[in-house]
């Protein structure tokens, strides 16, 4: 089956893709250079480089404090370490095509109290005879700031273009960072994420090496997290790196107090010994919620009736989600999905990245969302979560009513292959719409399934809707009893 992709409004959460590595690993020639931050205090000129969250920042918001999830978010200031950031281990390796390095960074927050949230961790790197090895252009040289809590471990895995250099020539890392380092109060002295379950599988090709990492992982803190960095690391039998890999999209978030899942490659050389997991939020990730997104409390957009229908790796999740307020507008939300088997293993992930959608009070859309080559692998689906969160609504000038849409009857054309029907369009505004299509039998069963791609009508126009459809159980839509519709979404345009 052909993936059918639902247009709507992508901002912020970016989706990259690793590359898997089969070559050996490069020998290794460690210098870290830097320290653990002076003991001079946090004085009002040592500003932070995000401003905002912090006192004596520069974002152009008051110095009181700033909205969230929590309410009132206290202004965080910069204070001398006790402890220091430590480098445990650095690795590296090329990765199959020859032409791309993984760089590994195995760091820990000693302080017992203060999290640290600008490391600075810059790196440069050598060719075995102690020359300079750039990397291509537009990369920097660099990890991103990440909050790592006191006590943390974090592992940092990247993957780098090299500029005309092949990665089997890297001799050394030389690692550096910022020498005036400080920590900051956030009233807890451990990490707030935790692993639940954990399994590698060996997925590697005849050409290739790749690992699997499928984790449960949990929030344990009363802060919702956006966009969590999770890292595994593979280790030999005396402790050193030979594999890694990271998560890029999803999870979007992890609620408070919640679980969620996820699932990316590891790249390496061997298959570890020993894995661990590492989890932590980019600075920028960890201040969304303060500086940038409302986050609306709950009751807003709410979804219920969660079940699903699994059809060998695609799944059709089902649930309806409703606007449950009295607000009416574009709503800016996100979807999450994560699957289990009864064991608790994950068998698939999902966010839907930031969604745009019209809604009046009471619009209700669902229940059915196809989910295409959602589960990783072989395995029956036990339990299907699915998490919803609004961001923000935005009023429009005109009245969004309960029901937007009005839909004619749905009709298989054999000539096209397709579902057809008329869809009008009762808002006072050029909308786009997407449709599941439920196809049955005289007896009630599913002979068929499918969905529209995203259609524009203009206000108060009809126009004719197609939705491509696909089998089920051996049968389809061309041999269904009657055709039902169901709209996923309205977007306005």
Not at 2 to 25: M, Q, T, V
Not at 281 to 289: D, F, G, H, I, L
Not at 453 to 482: P, W
Request: hydrophobic share 35%.
């Amino acid at each position: 089956m052909r993936k059918n992709c639902k247009i709507a409004l992508l901002i912020g959460l970016i989706a990259l893709l690793a590359i898997s590595c089969n070559f050996p690993l490069a020998s290794l020639a460690q210098k870290v250079t830097g320290g653990n931050g002076d003991e001079t205090s946090g004085d009002a000129d040592d500003k932070s480089p995000l401003g905002g969250l912090f006192s004596g920042g520069n974002s152009g918001k008051d110095s009181g404090s700033s909205s969230g999830n929590n309410g009132s978010q206290t202004k965080l200031t910069e204070k001398p370490l006790t402890g220091e950031l430590q480098v445990l281990q650095t690795a590296f390796w090329p990765n199959e095509n020859g032409k791309w390095i993984v760089l590994a960074a195995l760091v820990k927050n000693t302080d017992p109290e203060l999290a640290i949230f600008y490391e600075g961790l810059k790196f440069e790197l050598s060719d075995k005879s102690g020359q300079p090895i750039s990397l291509a252009e537009n990369q920097l040289g660099s990890f991103e700031d990440t909050v790592l809590y006191p006590g943390q471990e974090f592992l940092f895995c990247e993957i780098y273009d090299l500029n005309e250099k092949n990665p089997t020539d890297v001799g050394a890392i030389n690692l550096t960072m910022n020498s005036n380092m400080k920590g900051v109060d956030l009233g807890i002295t451990e990490s707030p994420f935790s692993v639940v379950t954990s399994n590698i599988s060996d997925t590697s090709a005849t050409n290739y090496f790749q690992l699997r990492s499928e984790l449960a992982i949990a929030n344990n803190g009363d802060r919702l997290a956006f966009t969590p960095t999770v890292t595994s690391g593979g280790f030999d039998s005396n402790g050193n790196l030979v594999s890694c890999g990271r998560n890029f999209e999803t999870p979007g978030f992890i609620s408070p107090h919640g679980k969620t899942a996820t699932e990316f490659r590891m790249n390496g050389i061997t298959y570890p010994d020993t894995t661990e997991t590492y989890m932590a939020q980019r600075v920028q990730a960890y201040t969304w919620q303060d500086e940038t997104f409302p986050i609306l409390e709950a009751n807003q957009l709410t979804i219920s009736n969660i079940d699903f229908i699994q059809d060998g790796r695609d799944v059709i999740a089902m649930f309806d989600m409703i606007n449950n307020t009295n607000k009416s507008g574009d709503f800016d939300y996100i979807l999450q999905y994560s699957a289990y088997d009864e064991n608790g293993y994950v068998l698939g992930a999902y966010t839907t990245g930031r969604l745009m959608g019209l809604f009046g009070p009471g619009t209700k859309f669902g229940p059915y969302r196809f989910l295409q080559s959602f589960v990783i692998k072989d395995g029956q689906v036990a339990k299907l979560d699915i998490e919803l969160i609004t961001l923000d609504v935005y009023e429009e000038d005109f009245d969004v009513p309960e029901v937007m849409v009005e839909y004619g009857e749905a009709v298989f054309d054999n000539s096209i292959n397709k579902v057809v029907f008329d869809a009008t369009n009762l808002i006072k505004s050029s909308i786009g719409i997407d449709v599941f299509v439920v196809c049955l039998d005289s007896g009630g069963d599913w002979v068929g399934f499918g969905h529209t791609y995203l259609n524009y009508i203009e206000a108060g126009e009809k126009q004719k809707m197609e939705a491509y459809t696909f089998n089920l159980a051996g049968s389809s839509c061309a041999n269904a009893a009657s055709i039902n519709l169901y709209p996923e979404s309205v977007i306005g345009h």
